[in-house]
Nanobody
Framework: QVQLVESGGGLVQAGGSLRLSCAAS????????MGWFRQAPGKERELVTA????????YYADSVKGRFTISRDNAKDTVYLQMNSLKPEDTAVYYC?????????????????WGQGTQVTVSS
């Protein structure tokens, strides 16, 4: 069974940076597209960014373009989310997700595996 474990969340001031990591085990990570989603209190889970199996294609929500960067290291079975210029509205639980397809998707229901989430809190 595939397991995804996120790390790197925490409390940061507005304008600061955080780097999230998601380590995968139990599957063929290099053949999965990966995504980062987030869910704020009282809101729907939304896609933040996604990356294809090779890293050659990426997708970003408009709200994070130019501030967040997704990357992956298939040798380490890990996907990363570098978050810069953080804003209070970025506060949410961030989830890593894996999809048994080469191409990424913007839809949460198309992902097969999920991590437990990591809290990111941005203070103003």
């Amino acid at each position: 069974q595939v397991q995804l474990v996120e790390s790197g969340g925490g409390l940061v001031q507005a304008g600061g940076s955080l780097r999230l990591s998601c380590a995968a085990s139990g599957g063929t990570f290099s053949s999965y597209a990966m995504g980062w989603f987030r869910q704020a209190p009282g809101k729907e889970r939304e896609l933040v960014t996604a990356i294809s199996w090779s890293g050659g294609n990426t997708y970003y929500a408009d709200s994070v373009k130019g501030r967040f960067t997704i990357s992956r290291d298939n040798a380490k079975d890990t996907v990363y989310l570098q978050m810069n210029s953080l804003k209070p509205e970025d506060t949410a639980v961030y989830y890593c997700a894996g999809r048994r397809r080469y191409s990424a998707s913007a839809y949460s229901y198309e992902y097969d595996y999920w991590g437990q989430g990591t809290q990111v809190t941005v203070s103003s």
